[in-house]
């Protein structure tokens, strides 16, 4: 879980002209002002992305060769007007509620980030309903509300998240009516997803880490790292949880991680010059080696 830290305190160098420190604090913890201007960068960017003609399909196929990702990159959107959700909503039937009432179309959202590879579909909150705490990471319900749900009693009561671990969890902070999900590769031009969810090995998360130095590593649960993306604009990603493991059927080896769709072109061209430096030293340890099998 996120641990909270104190906000830096400005250096005096910053009045003498000389550059901030690297590696400043995660959004939500910087000053309001900071914080007001990197939203309207982000702003920009996504209307940027909105001018030019944005080649989705081509980042998708450069990120998927950067990373060797054996699972498509997965767009995620947010919608707060479902009549803009911009694709069909995914069919099926709700099983049976249980005896507390708690039933959804899949058993959590995680799940739609695995049927997402086959194709875009949009999802509504009570989609989700089944999964008390992804519910509350993605906006779709309250705390309140999730404190009285028999699945986050469950995982409380077992002790295998405590409530403080709750209460600082990151999250949506505006309620969509719509969740849209899809191959990165089938977002319009003229959309811009939010952020952009990525299944991957050791390997790539490695190259990930190398590119992304400041990028946050996370547990339990997998699926708050979106909100992470989406509300504080980071690169982030999740060695997964039990219960999405089981509920996704994830391979052993895969873990998930985010990048915020305004930040996507620039992270693909930074992603590239770490795989072609890595390259090099691969060569290096590879020639030194053979002085071992000689």
Known sequence: MPVEQKPQKQQSTRRQGREAPPQPPPLAQRPLRQRRRIRHQIQQQQQQLANHTTEWGALSSRLTAALKLAAAPIAIRFHADAGEAGAERRAGDYPPP??????????????????????????????????????????????????????????LGAGWVDEAAVLALPVVSERPAAIV????????????????????????????????PDMAIEGKPQ?????????????????????????????????????????????????????ALNGQMASYAAADARRFTA
Not at 183 to 212: C, I, K, Q, S
């Open 223 to 275: 699926c708050h790292i979106v909100a992470m993306a989406k509300e504080q604009g980071r690169v982030a990603a999740s060695v997964g949880c039990a219960l999405s493991r089981t509920r996704t059927g994830m391979r052993p080896e895969e873990m998930t991680a985010v990048i915020p769709g305004a930040r996507l072109a620039g992270a693909v061209d930074a992603l590239e010059a770490t795989v």
């Open 181 to 212: 999900y899809g191959p990165l590769g089938e977002v319009a031009n003229d959309e811009n997803p939010d952020v952009v969810l990525l299944r991957l090995d050791g390997r790539a998360l490695m190259t990930l880490r190398d590119t992304f």
């Open 98 to 155: 249980n005896a507390r009432g708690r039933t959804g179309q899949v058993p959590a959202g995680c799940v739609f980030w695995m049927e997402a590879e086959n194709g875009t579909f949009s999802t509504a909150p009570a989609d989700h309903a089944n999964c008390s705490v992804g519910s509350l990471t993605h906006g779709l319900i309250g705390l309140e509300e999730a404190a009285t749900r028999d699945d986050v009693e469950a995982v």
